[in-house]
């Protein structure tokens, strides 16, 4: 945890009133406790949009005051890592869901959904994958699907069923230890085996950096209609929406890429979202975090096809934006779980304004 900065108050104080001139609603004067606040699931409900954010296990069993603000204001969850294949098999024939199975439960004491994430993901799968030969891989990943969505099935209404399968920096599929052994392919199996263990569960593909319009949201766009051609049962896009304040994708852009997913059959939601503001000057920037927010959920709402926002946590207490990309204040809530500016945003969008 890093250490609370004193100047963040007085900033937050001193922007919290910085609403955009003739913006409605501009935010309370002083930073708002989130359990003194109306909860964004009832203005999410009455959007018909679903409102969630990331949590993980070790943090709703430490502090009762992070579990009471995610039941609060979401609507559903998503494990942050306990659902990946790395945290649930160590070792080989190995699994270990406590950690996942205390999220589902949580989640269900409270009338919220859980969103799967990720069966399979290069970035967190077990080491021991190096070691085996292309069929004892392709056993493993049937194995691995099959007793995870089995597992839940019924628990979770969807699943992140491969995450970020496309390159940074050039056309294509990632080079990852599943493309080289199980060749392009195993995009659609995955996709197949979710659907035999479950037959009701949305099955989603997710990834990053083509939430707007670009090569990579090309490529995005022409995996997914690659899927959808060839009778693969995918029904639904995550946009991650890991976004910058000092630039990231036009609102038209994102809404004109919502609308061609859609346009495939698929529902389209933003997964991961988080907005950092470390290289804006401190002033304005919790400002210019609202607006980003405010934008982009304003978008969803716009898109009959957008049918879910997820945050990648909703406190500045925690977030994997620090360890990556340095100290941030990139979520909804600050360190003291008060209301910042992007809260009101986020609420005034869902309310339409
Ligand atoms: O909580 C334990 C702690 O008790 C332990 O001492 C420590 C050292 O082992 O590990 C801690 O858990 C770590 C966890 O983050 C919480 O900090 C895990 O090791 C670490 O693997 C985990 O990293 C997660 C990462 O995915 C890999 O699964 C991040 O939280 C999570 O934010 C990140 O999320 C990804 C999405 O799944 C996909 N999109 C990108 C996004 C950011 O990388």
Redesign the pocket.
């Known amino acids: 945890m890093r250490p609370r900065r004193r100047h963040g108050l007085a900033l937050l104080v001193l922007l919290a009133g910085c609403g955009e001139a003739g913006s409605p609603a501009a935010p309370s004067p002083t930073p708002t406790p989130a359990l003194d606040l109306e909860p964004l699931r009832a203005a999410a409900r009455a959007s018909g949009r679903r409102v969630g954010a ?1 949590v ?1 296990a ?1 943090l709703l069993r430490a502090g009762p005051d992070y579990a009471a603000v995610a039941a609060r204001h979401f609507d559903h969850v998503t494990a ?2 306990e659902m ?1 294949w ?2 649930i098999e160590r070792q080989p024939g190995q699994r270990s869901y406590e950690a996942a199975d205390e999220i589902v439960a949580f989640a269900e004491a409270h009338g919220m959904g859980v969103k799967g ?2 069966l399979v ?1 290069h ?2 799968s077990p080491a021991w994958l190096e070691g085996l030969s292309i069929p004892e891989l392709r056993i493993a990943l049937e194995d691995h699907i099959r007793t995870t969505v089995g597992r839940y099935r019924g628990r979770v209404f969807a699943w992140d069923v491969v ?2 399968a496309i390159a940074d920096g050039r056309p294509g599929l990632r080079d990852t230890l599943f493309l080289r052994r199980l060749g392009p392919g195993y995009v659609a199996e995955a996709f197949r085996l979710a659907r035999e263990a479950d037959p009701d569960v949305l099955l989603v593909y ?1 990834d ?1 950096g083509g939430e707007g319009l670009g090569r990579k949201s090309d490529d995005v766009y022409d995996l997914v209609r690659g899927l959808v051609e060839e009778g693969a049962p995918i029904g639904g896009v995550g946009l ?1 929406m ?1 976004l910058d304040a000092a630039g990231y994708p036009s609102a038209a852009d994102i809404a004109s890429n919502m609308r061609r997913l859609a346009a495939l059959g698929l529902l389209v939601n933003v997964s ?1 979202m988080d907005v950092r503001v470390a290289r804006l000057p401190a002033e304005g920037r919790l400002e210019a975090q609202r607006r980003v927010y405010h934008d982009v959920v304003a978008v969803c709402l716009a898109e009959p096809g957008c049918h879910a926002v997820t945050f ?2 909703f406190t500045d207490r ?1 977030s ?1 934006i620090d ?2 990309f340095g100290p941030d204040d990139p979520l909804l809530f600050d360190e003291s779980l008060r209301a910042k500016p992007a809260f009101f945003g986020v609420r005034d969008a869902l309310e339409g304004r």
Request: hydrophobic residues 25%.
């Open positions: 990331a993980q070790g942050e890592f990946k790395g945290p994430h990720a993901w970035g967190d995450n970020e997710n990053y991650q890991h991961e990648w946590g925690h994997w360890s990556f």
